[in-house]
């Protein structure tokens, strides 16, 4: 009960922590102390595996633990020398942010200050120890002593490694902290659910993006450090079978659990429909991850407009949709590509329902019917159109503006050429992955493939024009500008032309249904009875449906108390009540 009180009043939210390193992952604690307080992450661990409590109950090495251990480490005699030139000033404790702010104000911005910014705690006694024992700078030692100083080093890097990254784990029980996270996650929306103190536990950042199999799963300051680029693991799905089957082992539960563990078990982790489901979802959600990160948004100089993300978003969808058509007689890959596009259609429907507008069902079918012609044009030009699949490059910036960035930047901007090489250079990598790289959802997805000079090669193949030709071309009355992506066909639709005949061939299409049921009503006795009592039905139908506010088709429904109580005043009144 005392735990659980001092979870209420609040202790576990916040831990008097200095901001984390570029890259620091420690293994997922149950609780932990700092400096005289006892934090709690979750009680009542008894609920878990027999396996999953002994994992939480083991000790771990911690960061102030790791400098005694390199200082114990046997030195050389003959670099004592050396080692004593690259020793730093002497203080082991980081200064608090009240002295960094004084000495800031008197301008001591000294090594010591330095460290203590960008530093986290117990980082500068480990950097005294490991350079008491190790050369550094370009040093090297004596040519008979190279081979003792080599092990040492390595042993100083191993003892590195646990700082940052945490004691070594076996693959069994990597997948141990996975279960424990994914139960700890289901515990965690129950107490939310029924907020009972058996279901009490904290639920972090950090334990999500671990769940996701993410490497720098660490949450930190980004006002200190950035977070640039999310580092995901491959997901190992046949793998994680084997070690389940030995959880099981170790659990000793009852044959019929075990029973249906492994069948569930065999639909998660072995081929089938819902393993591919599975495996298309992780592909997404690294995708969703990455193209929200700060190292994509901020290279790419993304701007933050409602189509420019979704169009990014379904260009990445496109590039995995694209490369998994060589393997399409594999099942997986049939269930994968197919589970892609409604996968996000699912997601554009989420974003749509989001904006405050009037006709938001029409906006949601635009925006899906263009993010589908986008994807034709990336079929057209990286596929079919043999000039531009031979030299995808060719008239790809034109492609871009057009369809990535909806006209919104200007023509020749640096974003442009920037997501053009983007495009080009993810497609010449997923066309070196193997089919198993995919199944592992093991895609690292990076901006950094981009050529430093990322604009003379386009540039090249398609010469820009210059300002007084691009504003000649602007206020000319031609169809086909030089700006645009076409190659001056007719047959050739641009994507912005099939937005805008999206409506117009919608109501042609309502208009020539209508047509043809009138030709077919009139074409005999018969085919007139038949369509005279299917109107009078839905003229019923219809007249039925208004005697209650949330039935008809075509209707809101209105739940609101405000518009309740105006439908019924309008109905009492006799007028209709959809207007």
Same mark, same amino acid.
């Given at each position: 009960?005392?735990?659980?009180?001092?979870?209420?009043?609040?202790?576990?939210?916040?831990?008097?922590?200095?901001?984390?390193?570029?890259?620091?992952?420690?293994?997922?604690?149950?609780?932990? &102390? %700092?400096? =005289?307080?006892?934090?709690?992450?979750?009680?009542?661990?008894?609920?878990?595996? $027999?396996? @999953?409590? #002994? /994992? *939480?109950?083991?000790?771990?090495?911690?960061?102030?633990?790791?400098?005694?251990?390199?200082?114990?480490?046997?030195?050389?005699?003959?670099?004592?020398?050396?080692?004593?030139?690259?020793?730093?000033?002497?203080?082991?404790?980081?200064?608090?942010?009240?002295?960094?702010?004084?000495?800031?104000?008197?301008? &001591? %911005?000294? =090594?010591?200050?330095?460290?203590?910014?960008?530093?986290?705690?117990?980082?500068? $006694?480990? @950097?005294? #120890? /490991? *350079?008491?024992?190790?050369?550094?700078?370009?040093?090297?030692?004596?040519?008979?002593?190279?081979?003792?100083?080599?092990?040492?080093?390595?042993?100083?890097?191993?003892?590195?490694?646990?700082?940052?990254?945490?004691?070594?784990?076996?693959?069994?029980?990597?997948?141990?902290?996975?279960?424990?996270?994914?139960?700890?996650?289901?515990?965690?929306?129950?107490?939310?659910?029924?907020?009972?103190?058996?279901?009490?536990? @904290?639920?972090?950042?950090?334990?999500?993006?671990?769940?996701?199999?993410?490497?720098?799963?660490?949450?930190?300051?980004?006002?200190?450090?950035?977070?640039?680029?999310?580092?995901?693991?491959?997901?190992?799905?046949?793998?994680?079978?084997?070690?389940?089957?030995?959880?099981?082992?170790?659990?000793?539960?009852?044959?019929?659990?075990?029973?249906?563990?492994?069948?569930?078990?065999?639909?998660?982790?072995?081929?089938?429909?819902?393993?591919?489901?599975?495996?298309?979802?992780?592909?997404?959600?690294?995708?969703?991850?990455?193209?929200?990160?700060?190292?994509?948004?901020?290279?790419?100089?993304?701007?933050?407009?409602?189509?420019?993300?979704?169009?990014?978003?379904?260009?990445?969808?496109?590039?995995?949709?694209?490369?998994?058509?060589?393997?399409?007689?594999?099942?997986?890959?049939?269930?994968?590509?197919?589970?892609?596009?409604?996968?996000?259609?699912?997601?554009?429907?989420?974003?749509?329902?989001?904006?405050?507008?009037?006709?938001?069902?029409?906006?949601?079918?635009?925006?899906?019917?263009?993010?589908?012609?986008?994807?034709?044009?990336?079929?057209?030009?990286?596929?079919?159109?043999?000039?531009?699949?031979?030299?995808?490059?060719?008239?790809?910036?034109?492609?871009?503006?057009?369809?990535?960035?909806?006209?919104?930047?200007?023509?020749?901007?640096?974003?442009?050429?920037?997501?053009?090489?983007?495009?080009?250079?993810?497609?010449?990598?997923?066309?070196?992955?193997?089919?198993?790289?995919?199944?592992?959802?093991?895609?690292?997805?990076?901006?950094?493939?981009?050529?430093?000079?990322?604009?003379?090669?386009?540039?090249?193949?398609?010469?820009?024009?210059?300002?007084?030709?691009?504003?000649?071309?602007?206020?000319?009355?031609?169809?086909?500008?030089?700006?645009?992506?076409?190659?001056?066909?007719?047959?050739?639709?641009?994507?912005?032309?099939?937005?805008?005949?999206?409506?117009?061939?919608?109501?042609?299409?309502?208009?020539?249904?209508?047509?043809?049921?009138?030709?077919?009503?009139?074409?005999?006795?018969?085919?007139?009875?038949?369509?005279?009592?299917?109107?009078?039905?839905?003229?019923?139908?219809?007249?039925?449906?208004?005697?209650?506010?949330?039935?008809?088709?075509?209707?809101?429904?209105?739940?609101?108390?405000?518009?309740?109580?105006?439908?019924?005043?309008?109905?009492?009144?006799?007028?209709?009540?959809?207007?």
């Amino acid at each position: 009960m005392k735990v659980i009180a001092q979870m209420r009043r609040g202790y576990l939210v916040r831990t008097p922590r200095r901001a984390f390193t570029v890259y620091t992952n420690q293994r997922v604690l149950v609780d932990e &102390e %700092i400096g =005289t307080k006892h934090y709690y992450y979750d009680t009542n661990i008894w609920q878990y595996m $027999p396996p @999953i409590r #002994a /994992l *939480l109950q083991r000790r771990w090495t911690r960061k102030e633990e790791v400098p005694p251990k390199i200082a114990i480490l046997e030195e050389l005699p003959e670099l004592r020398p050396q080692l004593e030139q690259q020793r730093l000033i002497t203080f082991t404790k980081l200064f608090d942010i009240p002295r960094l702010a004084r000495m800031h104000e008197v301008g &001591e %911005i000294d =090594t010591a200050y330095l460290i203590s910014i960008l530093c986290e705690d117990h980082f500068k $006694p480990l @950097i005294d #120890a /490991l *350079l008491s024992k190790v050369l550094v700078s370009g040093a090297m030692p004596p040519l008979e002593r190279r081979s003792e100083h080599e092990a040492l080093r390595q042993e100083v890097i191993r003892l590195y490694r646990v700082f940052f990254f945490g004691d070594e784990v076996t693959e069994l029980e990597r997948d141990l902290e996975y279960k424990y996270l994914y139960s700890k996650q289901e515990k965690y929306f129950q107490f939310l659910l029924k907020a009972k103190p058996t279901y009490q536990c @904290i639920w972090t950042v950090t334990n999500q993006r671990r769940l996701e199999f993410m490497v720098n799963a660490q949450a930190r300051d980004l006002n200190w450090y950035s977070d640039y680029k999310p580092i995901f693991e491959p997901a190992n799905l046949a793998q994680r079978y084997q070690l389940s089957l030995i959880e099981q082992e170790l659990s000793k539960e009852p044959w019929y659990r075990r029973f249906f563990s492994t069948f569930m078990f065999k639909r998660f982790y072995l081929p089938s429909k819902t393993r591919a489901e599975n495996i298309t979802q992780i592909l997404l959600n690294r995708i969703l991850t990455y193209t929200s990160s700060l190292e994509f948004t901020r290279v790419m100089n993304i701007p933050p407009d409602f189509h420019i993300e979704l169009a990014v978003l379904n260009t990445h969808v496109w590039l995995l949709y694209n490369r998994l058509r060589a393997f399409e007689d594999h099942i997986e890959v049939k269930v994968i590509r197919k589970h892609l596009l409604t996968m996000f259609g699912r997601i554009s429907v989420e974003r749509g329902t989001r904006i405050h507008l009037r006709k938001k069902d029409d906006f949601i079918k635009d925006v899906n019917h263009y993010m589908l012609t986008i994807r034709n044009s990336y079929d057209r030009h990286f596929v079919k159109n043999p000039v531009t699949a031979a030299t995808p490059l060719y008239k790809l910036d034109a492609l871009i503006w057009s369809t990535v960035f909806f006209e919104k930047v200007t023509r020749y901007a640096p974003e442009v050429y920037l997501m053009a090489q983007y495009i080009y250079q993810q497609m010449r990598y997923l066309d070196s992955l193997p089919l198993e790289a995919f199944l592992d959802a093991d895609i690292d997805w990076d901006v950094f493939r981009i050529p430093i000079d990322y604009k003379s090669a386009i540039a090249k193949l398609n010469p820009p024009l210059s300002p007084e030709e691009y504003e000649k071309e602007v206020a000319s009355d031609k169809k086909f500008k030089r700006h645009y992506y076409s190659f001056d066909e007719p047959n050739v639709q641009l994507p912005m032309d099939a937005e805008l005949s999206n409506v117009i061939d919608r109501r042609y299409a309502v208009l020539g249904t209508k047509v043809k049921d009138v030709l077919l009503k009139y074409r005999s006795l018969e085919t007139y009875d038949f369509y005279s009592e299917r109107d009078e039905k839905s003229k019923q139908s219809a007249e039925k449906a208004k005697k209650y506010t949330w039935k008809g088709r075509g209707r809101e429904l209105l739940l609101d108390a405000e518009n309740l109580r105006k439908a019924r005043a309008s109905k009492r009144d006799g007028e209709p009540i959809n207007k």
